[in-house]
Nanobody
């Protein structure tokens, strides 16, 4: 009943930019938090950025000053603007929503993942 669809990944040169989008649809009552995680080969999944329902944000130290998380609450959409991309940003990026369904159940939902490759 709830689905998250990501878009915006791709291949970019170092120093370039990408904008990721993730839209949730389905039987949603409220969205409590939104976030972006990434996982590179051989590394653990890490939180890249998160935003709470009140608007507060957090970022991994490795992306502070370069990435910005934002949202369009009316469209149940979260964005990740990635600037000044580095080789080490290469990973599969996953969006996640913590939400309550119209049936009253709270759970975490995940997007399908989108590949970001930074390469010269």
């Amino acid at each position: 009943q709830v689905q998250l669809v990501e878009s915006g990944g791709g291949l970019v040169q170092p120093g370039g930019s990408l904008r990721l989008s993730c839209a949730a649809s389905g039987s949603i009552f409220s969205i409590n938090a939104m976030g972006w995680y990434r996982q590179a080969p051989g590394k653990q999944r890490e939180l890249v950025a998160g935003i709470l329902s009140g608007g507060s944000t957090k970022y991994a130290d490795s992306v502070k000053g370069r990435f910005t998380i934002s949202r369009d609450s009316a469209k149940n959409t979260v964005f990740l603007q990635m600037n000044s991309l580095k080789l080490e940003d290469t990973a599969v990026y996953y969006c996640t929503f913590t939400l309550t369904t119209r049936g009253g159940l709270e759970a975490d939902y995940w997007g399908q993942g989108t590949q970001v490759t930074v390469s010269s």
